[in-house]
């Protein structure tokens, strides 16, 4: 099992970001479940830039307003604590 996720994170930090690049997609999530990471890229001069949490934890889109995501809460799997999050 660990080596598919492997492989799925290989695949999705490589080739699809390179066709997500070059498709123009403004931005990319990626949770990688065996690494316990997640990665929200945002595409700025043609390249995606790791996105930060601001001083409040969350993750923000800038494409759809008012999308937001605890990434803290996300990865200890923490549902109540990620729903709140969206009430924030």
């Known amino acids: 099992m660990t080596e598919i ?3 799925s994170a290989s695949l999705d930090l490589q080739e699809k970001l390179h066709v997500y690049r070059r498709c123009g997609v403004n931005e ?3 949770w990688r479940t065996a690494e316990n990471r997640f990665d929200w ?3 700025e001069d043609e ?3 790791p996105q930060s949490p601001g001083p409040d934890g969350l ?3 800038r494409g759809f307003v008012g999308l937001k995501l605890d990434p803290a809460a996300l990865l200890a799997r923490d549902g109540a604590r990620l729903l709140a ?3 924030k």
């Open 41 to 43: 890229f945002l595409l």
């Open 47 to 49: 390249d995606y830039q």
């Open 59 to 61: 993750l923000r889109s």
């Open 85 to 87: 999050s969206l009430a």
């Open 5 to 7: 996720a492997a492989s």
């Open 28 to 30: 990319y999530l990626v």
